[in-house]
């Protein structure tokens, strides 16, 4: 056990933050998001019980963000779900501006099919269970 370690990051996904490099990038995938098989290049971790705002507030408490104008993007909705409520977006945005002093200002979208593409390219997938719509989001990696 170890003391100001947030319960929800596991050794496994602690290993992780640290191993990861200046851009590398981690994907958090709520419970719809396809996490086995992006990650069948990469590194899988499983967050069974977590959500996605509980397990990017502990995240954010020990990884810097990058300094590029999006170090956090959130997966966008469809056109066919246009109307969807997605407060948890809101969430994010919130955890984000009590880490980093640019504010919801890092956060950018990426449509659905492209955060595929680019959670094959990451580091690493967490796999939470995280019911909400569109509530995936991929962060990137900065220097202390």
């Not at 851009?23 to 992006?38: H, Q």
Request: aromatic content about 6%.
């Amino acid at each position: 056990m170890l003391k100001g370690i947030p319960a929800c990051l596991s050794p496994e996904l602690l290993k992780v933050i640290a191993e990861m490099g200046h851009g590398d990038t981690l994907v958090i995938g709520d419970a719809n998001f396809p996490a086995a098989s992006c990650a069948k290049e990469n590194i899988l971790i499983r967050a069974d019980g977590v959500s996605a705002t509980e397990l990017l507030d502990a995240i954010l408490q020990l990884l810097p963000l990058d300094s590029v104008e999006n170090p956090v993007l959130i997966m966008d909705k469809q056109e066919c779900h246009k109307d969807l409520e997605t407060p948890i977006w809101e969430d994010f945005k919130k955890i984000v501006a009590k880490y980093d002093d640019r504010g919801a200002e890092c956060c950018g979208m990426i449509e659905r099919f492209s955060f595929y593409a680019a959670a094959k390219r990451a580091y690493a997938v967490v796999a939470t269970t995280e019911i909400s719509f569109y509530s995936c989001l991929i962060i990137q990696k900065g220097c202390l």
